[in-house]
């Protein structure tokens, strides 16, 4: 058990829907990251937040959003869901920006779009 | 660019030992994680190197050669619960973490 809760698990739904996916990183870790992982594909970086700040961007596309709360959870946005969306979407955590240190991931969360 | 080469796929038997290598080119450098990652699992972390040289944890070795940008994991004694996909990331200099696409690993009896 790495400490990062995920929510929800398993997630289907219909092309042009929204889904919100929630992470609560480690206690005592201001870091998350979101992740997306197509089948049989590497880690494709989303965005990071520190602190409940944006940190950095990655290949997050304008139909996705994410926002980190005062408590430190959370969650990534999914909109006008395509067919190409379906994934394993993966919340890490770590103690700080991610300079020195090992990322802790959550157990994903997989979304079928159908 | 940025960019982390890992061959695709490789495998081995049983017993024996897999150096599964990483090649890197990032803008900077602040060390090199390697993680483990079954089938539909969340990656877990197995090393990180920052100065060269070998390092070693138990059946799991890695090595860093900074001058060549060169990384690779060494795994003794396979077991059947090796067979997993083994992911290369660079912490480059802004310290964002750049994943290669990973070494899908085959065990065989």
């Known amino acids: 058990d790495s400490g990062v809760t995920q929510t929800p698990k398993h997630l289907i739904t219909a092309t042009g829907q929204r889904v919100t996916l929630r992470c609560s990183p480690r206690?005592?870790?201001?870091?998350v990251y979101w992740y997306q992982q197509s089948l049989d594909q590497g880690l494709q970086f989303l965005i990071q937040y520190y602190n409940g700040e944006e940190r950095a961007k990655g290949n997050i596309l304008e139909r996705f959003s994410a926002q980190q709360f005062p408590d430190l959870h959370s969650e990534l946005n999914l909109s006008s869901l395509e067919l190409g969306d379906s994934a394993l979407y993966f919340c890490?955590?770590?103690?700080?920006?991610?300079?020195?240190?090992?990322?802790?991931f959550g157990e994903g969360s997989r979304l079928t779009v159908l | 660019g940025q960019n982390i080469d890992q061959p695709t796929e490789m495998t081995a038997t049983e017993g024996a030992i897999v150096q599964i290598n990483c090649t890197y080119q990032?803008?900077?450098?602040?060390?090199l994680f390697w993680y483990q990652q079954h089938a539909g699992e969340a990656p877990t972390f197995l090393s990180y190197?920052?100065l060269d040289g070998l390092e070693e944890k138990g059946r799991f070795s890695s090595f860093l050669s900074r001058s060549k940008g060169y990384s690779y994991l060494l795994l003794k004694e396979l077991q059947m619960k090796d067979s997993a996909s083994y992911l290369c990331?660079?912490?480059?200099?802004?310290?964002?973490?750049?994943w290669g696409a990973g070494t899908k690993l085959i065990i065989k009896p």
């Open positions: 206690s005592g870790d201001l870091s």
């Open positions: 990032t803008s900077g450098f602040n060390g």
């Open positions: 990331a660079v912490l480059d200099s802004n310290y964002q973490l750049i």
């Open positions: 190197n920052v």
């Open positions: 890490a955590s770590s103690a700080g920006t991610g300079d020195v240190g090992e990322l802790f």
